[in-house]
């Protein structure tokens, strides 16, 4: 069996990363499954532990790095994020494509291992737009909002490290490109050279 596509998708907070993915695994129709990081950081209120994150203490991070349990792992706004292996190398070999929501770091460790991986950089048209997304999550503070537009400034000068850039300022417009993306890398390459 031909291994499923290995797909990464990066974009600043307020892109719209988790709810383009929301989207695709209910609505595509494609065998996708959304690899689950693990991460330092504290859980948000309605996050459920291995659903949106593996939560996890320091300690215990930084042993699995140890231990080499990551495909690739960052420090980001002063906590641990990385791609377990077991949440990729299984799913990839029983033909599902893997999704893996990164940051810029972590892209960047995948595409040096991975390099036939699809590579996806999400954003909005503006980041006037990325801001009123992020107020309108009312979840962090003046600072952390701050903190997270100076990264996003930072993550959209490596945009063009990426395959493909989509725009996310209309969610089914963004989510249709995702979807066609997606599916070309399902399709056999030989039997498109024969047609």
């Not at 040096?112 to 992020?134: G, Q």
């Amino acid at each position: 069996m031909k291994p499923g596509p290995l797909i990464i998708l990066s974009g600043p907070s307020g892109s719209g990363k988790s709810t383009l993915i929301a989207r695709l695994l209910k609505d595509s129709g494609l065998p996708l499954h959304l690899s689950v990081s693990a991460t330092t950081r504290q859980r948000r209120p309605g996050e459920i532990g291995g659903v949106h994150y593996h939560f996890w203490t320091r300690d215990r991070f930084l042993e699995q790095v140890r231990e080499g349990a990551f495909l690739e792992w960052a420090e980001v706004h002063g906590q641990f994020y990385g791609t377990l292996r077991s949440e990729v190398e299984v799913h990839r070999a029983q033909g599902r494509g893997v999704i893996l929501d990164i940051d810029v770091q972590g892209a960047e460790q995948i595409r040096r291992l991975c390099p036939d991986a699809l590579s996806i950089f999400l954003c909005t048209s503006t980041l006037e737009v990325l801001e009123r997304r992020l107020r309108g999550r009312g979840t962090e503070d003046e600072a952390a909002i701050a903190r997270r537009l100076r990264t996003a400034r930072l993550e959209l000068e490596r945009r063009g490290e990426y395959r493909h850039l989509v725009v996310n300022d209309d969610l089914e417009v963004a989510v249709a490109c995702l979807r066609n993306l997606i599916a070309r890398e399902f399709e056999d390459p030989s039997a498109a050279a024969g047609s």
